[in-house]
């Protein structure tokens, strides 16, 4: 069987700049911004007791952004705040000035006029961003990468926008999107990766993902956890674990929960630069064979990197049964526990901690984490069944692809 492979970060320390992207005051601002839609509502957070109980944990807790804007998947979070402080900045207003009905109106329209946002995804960010950009009376192009499903295609054509479905893997699409930006007026890239000279929108991208991690650090509370003692975060280009990391730093600077970063074994770019362990970003380039689509992403963010590498206890590159068994680990828990619909990136998270605390062979991991009957751990499960065949096929066929 092809075994979970993992790095514990001994990078050397940077200066930080970047964990101020996640300030709780940027963070409160996106929050704001997504409860001002009629369509928001906070995600469930499932507490799994039983399944605590049988790993040998204290607590376990479960983000389930399946519920997420009827859209399926977090993913919205950050498309809709960038294009919100994209808009603001064009017409030198502050994003707390343009909330939804503002956003959607005539008079905004007439004011700021209309861009086309251009983007690459395998589904769940492309989405995102054609609902918005139609909510927002905007244009929206995707590029898809080679080995997308039809559905996912179907559900971002659904929303208005032009999307086609490349011969070429997650990252090429992305420099599509930007070469085609350039060329068109009004163009503009909102992707969740960033590299050297295209910083700005993937900040705001990342500030947009904070609002779920806000959600959920409240619901914990609710539950009367004070705060979460592990963090369990999936990455592809690493946007959302820097997200999810920073916000926990920011949270809890002197008492930060430990980071786990679990990526596709296939697409492992930050486990490969802990490994290397000088700080430098590594790619990983080519197909990126795996089930977790959302996941096979080579050339990581640099913003979140720097969080990363400053911050994260251990990263993770889980083989693809390790999702399929957290899919139907999480679709069938133990009785009395409720069911999460999650997706093969969604669970990935949650499969590597079943196999750290079941396994012998993960022993050494699971004592390095100190994962034991005290810890209260908290998971995202970032997307729902978003290609239901693919999901069918899976939970209930018992395929690993």
């Given at each position: 069987?092809?075994?979970?492979?993992?790095?514990?970060?001994?990078?050397?320390?940077?200066?930080?700049?970047?964990?101020?992207?996640?300030?709780?005051?940027?963070?409160?601002?996106?929050?704001?911004?997504?409860?001002?839609?009629?369509?928001?509502?906070?995600?469930?957070?499932?507490?799994?007791?039983?399944?605590?109980?049988?790993?040998?944990?204290?607590?376990?807790?479960?983000?389930?952004?399946?519920?997420?804007?009827?859209?399926?998947?977090?993913?919205?979070?950050?498309?809709?705040?960038?294009?919100?402080?994209?808009?603001?900045?064009?017409?030198?207003?502050?994003?707390?000035?343009?909330?939804?009905?503002?956003?959607?109106?005539?008079?905004?329209?007439?004011?700021?006029?209309?861009?086309?946002?251009?983007?690459?995804?395998?589904?769940?960010?492309?989405?995102?961003?054609?609902?918005?950009?139609?909510?927002?009376?905007?244009?929206?192009?995707?590029?898809?990468?080679?080995?997308?499903?039809?559905?996912?295609?179907?559900?971002?054509?659904?929303?208005?926008?032009?999307?086609?479905?490349?011969?070429?893997?997650?990252?090429?699409?992305?420099?599509?999107?930007?070469?085609?930006?350039?060329?068109?007026?009004?163009?503009?890239?909102?992707?969740?990766?960033?590299?050297?000279?295209?910083?700005?929108?993937?900040?705001?991208?990342?500030?947009?993902?904070?609002?779920?991690?806000?959600?959920?650090?409240?619901?914990?509370?609710?539950?009367?956890?004070?705060?979460?003692?592990?963090?369990?975060?999936?990455?592809?280009?690493?946007?959302?674990?820097?997200?999810?990391?920073?916000?926990?730093?920011?949270?809890?600077?002197?008492?930060?929960?430990?980071?786990?970063?679990?990526?596709?074994?296939?697409?492992?770019?930050?486990?490969?630069?802990?490994?290397?362990?000088?700080?430098?970003?590594?790619?990983?380039?080519?197909?990126?064979?795996?089930?977790?689509?959302?996941?096979?992403?080579?050339?990581?963010?640099?913003?979140?990197?720097?969080?990363?590498?400053?911050?994260?206890?251990?990263?993770?590159?889980?083989?693809?049964?390790?999702?399929?068994?957290?899919?139907?680990?999480?679709?069938?828990?133990?009785?009395?526990?409720?069911?999460?619909?999650?997706?093969e990136s969604g669970a990935a998270p949650f499969g590597a901690l079943a196999c750290i605390m079941c396994m012998d062979e993960y022993k050494e991991l699971r004592?390095?984490?100190?994962?034991?009957?005290?810890?209260?751990?908290?998971?995202?499960?970032?997307?729902?069944?978003?290609?239901?065949?693919?999901?069918?096929?899976?939970?209930?066929g018992g395929n690993e692809r």
């Amino acid at each position: 069987m092809d075994t979970i492979k993992w790095a514990v970060n001994h990078m050397p320390k940077t200066e930080d700049a970047q964990l101020k992207v996640m300030a709780i005051s940027e963070v409160e601002k996106a929050r704001a911004f997504h409860e001002s839609f009629p369509q928001y509502s906070i995600t469930p957070l499932a507490k799994l007791d039983n399944m605590a109980e049988k790993l040998g944990l204290g607590e376990v807790y479960i983000k389930d952004e399946s519920y997420r804007f009827g859209l399926n998947a977090f993913k919205v979070l950050g498309g809709s705040f960038a294009m919100a402080r994209y808009i603001a900045q064009q017409i030198g207003k502050d994003v707390s000035e343009l909330p939804y009905q503002v956003l959607t109106s005539e008079e905004l329209r007439k004011e700021f006029g209309q861009a086309t946002f251009f983007t690459a995804t395998d589904g769940n960010h492309g989405r995102g961003v054609a609902w918005a950009a139609n909510k927002l009376k905007q244009k929206a192009v995707v590029f898809m990468p080679k080995g997308t499903t039809q559905t996912r295609l179907d559900n971002i054509l659904k929303e208005g926008a032009q999307a086609t479905i490349e011969e070429c893997n997650y990252d090429e699409c992305v420099r599509m999107a930007a070469d085609m930006a350039s060329k068109t007026e009004h163009g503009i890239v909102v992707q969740d990766t960033a590299w050297d000279g295209y910083e700005e929108i993937p900040a705001w991208i990342m500030q947009g993902y904070g609002t779920m991690a806000m959600e959920a650090n409240e619901q914990l509370k609710e539950y009367g956890c004070e705060r979460p003692t592990h963090v369990f975060i999936q990455a592809g280009v690493g946007s959302l674990a820097g997200a999810v990391q920073g916000y926990f730093a920011n949270r809890y600077p002197d008492n930060p929960p430990k980071v786990v970063v679990v990526e596709a074994k296939a697409a492992a770019c930050l486990y490969k630069g802990a490994s290397v362990g000088d700080g430098s970003i590594q790619i990983v380039d080519g197909d990126m064979p795996t089930i977790m689509a959302g996941l096979a992403c080579g050339e990581p963010n640099t913003i979140s990197w720097d969080i990363l590498k400053n911050h994260v206890d251990t990263f993770v590159a889980a083989p693809d049964w390790v999702a399929a068994r957290g899919m139907r680990m999480l679709a069938a828990p133990i009785k009395g526990d409720q069911p999460v619909t999650s997706g093969e990136s969604g669970a990935a998270p949650f499969g590597a901690l079943a196999c750290i605390m079941c396994m012998d062979e993960y022993k050494e991991l699971r004592e390095h984490l100190g994962l034991n009957k005290d810890s209260r751990v908290l998971l995202f499960s970032t997307e729902g069944d978003t290609d239901p065949e693919r999901y069918e096929s899976i939970v209930w066929g018992g395929n690993e692809r």
